[in-house]
């Protein structure tokens, strides 16, 4: 199977602080991740598209600035929330496309809840 | 604009009834269809795509798409308790491999 984790599973933090989450592909090579939000009894939406080696491209009203995205190997991506206020407070999934033909699945990591108190 | 519409739900059938969950898009473009059960407080599963338009079967589940109608389904049959989750329904499209667009998502819940 493909098998993508995401760390940490939750997280609290003070507001203004920094919190960083990692997606991994662990059984395969993604060039192509993607992260979503989604907030309480609310479908997941599309924040931005992670390209391995490469800027990453943010949907309209995502503030790039705020939501750090580095794909840095074709297994890793990360997501920093920089300066993390209560209304960021949400669960956060990444997705992973596993490199290589034409085919359009992608698989979840675990989720992270992120609270800002 | 890429949408993805479900029937709002939320839905609640008898233990052993088939479950019907209904979804339409928009794009014309999109050519694969997914099916994702998620949990309360869990990330999404997923449990059908389907890529061609018919029947596609797999255990309890059967997923149809109708391109000409731009329209998905999925029938769950022996309707478990177990079963009781959001279900999304999302299609592809774009030139992004992998980017998603997902529906608001259909609460089922299957009651003994």
């Known amino acids: 199977g493909a098998v993508v984790s995401q760390h940490p599973s939750r997280v609290i933090c003070k507001s203004g602080t920094s919190v960083k989450i990692e997606c991994r592909s662990l059984?395969?090579?993604?060039?192509?991740m993607f992260w979503y939000r989604q907030f309480p009894k609310q479908s997941l939406m599309l924040m931005a598209t992670s390209n391995e080696g490469s800027k990453a491209t943010y949907e309209q009203g995502v503030e790039k600035d705020k939501f750090l995205i580095n794909h840095a190997s074709l297994t890793l991506s990360t997501l920093t929330v920089t300066s993390a206020h209560p209304e960021d407070s949400s669960f956060y999934i990444c997705?992973?496309?596993?490199?290589?033909?034409?085919?359009?699945?992608?698989?979840f990591g675990q989720g992270t809840r992120l609270t800002v108190v | 604009q890429k949408e993805v519409e479900q029937n709002s739900g939320p839905l609640s059938v008898p233990e052993g009834a088939i479950a019907s969950l209904n979804c339409t898009y928009s794009?014309?473009?999109?050519?694969?269809f997914f099916w994702y059960r998620q949990y309360s407080g869990k990330s999404p599963e997923l449990i059908m795509s389907?890529?061609?338009?018919g029947d596609k079967e797999d255990g309890r589940f059967t997923a149809q798409l109708n391109k000409a109608s731009q329209y998905v389904s999925l029938l769950i049959r022996d309707s478990q308790p177990s079963d009781s989750a959001t279900y999304l329904c999302?299609?592809?499209?774009?030139?992004?491999?992998?980017?998603?667009?997902f529906g608001r998502g259909t609460q089922l819940t299957v009651w003994p």
């Open positions: 389907i890529y061609s338009n």
């Open positions: 794009d014309r473009g999109s050519q694969s």
């Open positions: 999302a299609g592809s499209g774009g030139s992004t491999l992998g980017r998603l667009y």
């Open positions: 997705s992973a496309r596993r490199s290589g033909g034409s085919n359009t699945e992608a698989f």
């Open positions: 059984d395969f090579q993604a060039t192509t």
